[in-house]
């Protein structure tokens, strides 16, 4: 098998199957005709991984974003308990429209609970730890075309562009058709890396659009990405890309992330250099070490015992057997 062979095996156990990813979409999409059958609802559109097509497996959630009329709520977007209404608002919406037991649009949602920003709702047993949510986020659209969003725990709106990213990697698809494949392969990785801490999924799909290449094969691109993201990583941090939100994980261990992009750096220059020198099991073998046992590779070859060793008598002295422990 060949280093592109290993990647496309290897990407097919990272993406998503397509039914899972068609019934995702589905049950999004309910909510956005829902909610626009309501006039004080100006746009309804899906947010976040799926409609980035950089969703990693297993899809247990999706975001959608309604847009309401401000001029119907004239309070919203000011600092104190607007927040908290907005969210109570687009709760009782919910449960009216898409209740489980008495929803006049559909019966889909279990349970509606308000969070921070938005609200989750339950389309499965809201006490499976896998079930289905679609996180529902009420926002005011403003005129440089952002929006407000609400941020209950601080009594606050805070503002958000989340299409900037959404056209962003759409025209980095664009440039080079590996783009989201690989991020997904990058979110796959941030999962066992050797970091101290969490690292967010959209950490590294922010970090794939400054480090990513535009061009060339999947294995000269992560090994780009590393090097690259391990410099950008201590100078710069990861910065909400619309230049409005700041840093994307204040509590991102950045130096343990940074060393994580070092290691893989230097084992997939190697990986590189020997599927160069025409040594393509060696580079499977390093690419496996890097991205995981998912990655198909080789075995190593079982190391030959030494000729003096081999040469041996089979006896030489006598001695006793002991009991000793083994390992």
Not at 67 to 82: I, K, M, N, Q
């Amino acid at each position: 098998m060949g280093i592109d062979a290993a990647f496309d095996a290897f990407q097919r156990t990272v993406n998503e199957d397509i039914e899972q990813v068609k019934l995702a979409r589905q049950r999004r999409d309910i909510f956005k005709r829902a909610l626009l059958s309501e006039s004080e609802v100006t746009e309804a559109f899906g947010s976040g991984s799926l409609s980035r097509s950089t969703q990693l497996k297993p899809i247990h959630d999706v975001d959608v974003i309604a847009v309401y009329d401000a001029s119907l709520y004239p309070h919203w977007g000011t600092p104190g308990d607007s927040a908290a209404d907005a969210l109570d608002h687009a709760r009782r919406q919910i449960n009216r429209l898409l209740g489980a037991t008495h929803g006049t649009f559909a019966q889909e949602v279990r349970l509606a609970d308000p969070r921070n920003h938005a609200i989750k709702c339950f389309l499965d047993d809201p006490d499976d730890p896998d079930a289905f949510t679609v996180d529902l986020m009420p926002a005011l659209r403003q005129a440089d075309g952002s929006l407000l969003i609400p941020e209950k725990l601080n009594n606050v709106w805070v503002p958000a562009n989340p299409e900037y990213l959404i056209a962003k990697v759409a025209d980095r698809q664009a440039e080079w058709g590996h783009f989201r494949p690989m991020v997904r392969v990058l979110k796959d990785w941030r999962q066992t890396a050797p970091v101290d801490g969490r690292v967010k999924s959209l950490v590294m799909e922010v970090l794939a659009l400054h480090c990513l290449p535009t061009g060339g094969n999947r294995a000269n691109g992560l090994k780009s990405f590393f090097t690259s993201a391990a410099v950008h990583v201590r100078e710069q941090g990861v910065h909400d890309p619309a230049n409005l939100c700041g840093p994307i994980q204040p509590d991102l261990n950045t130096p343990s992330l940074a060393a994580a992009f070092d290691d893989a750096a230097d084992i997939a220059d190697r990986a590189c250099a020997a599927a160069a020198a025409g040594d393509t099991d060696g580079a499977q073998r390093m690419w496996q070490q890097i991205l995981g046992d998912n990655f198909p590779a080789p075995a190593a070859p079982a190391k030959k015992a030494s000729a003096a060793v081999s040469s041996a008598p089979a006896l030489l002295v006598s001695r006793p057997v002991k009991d000793a422990p083994q390992g």
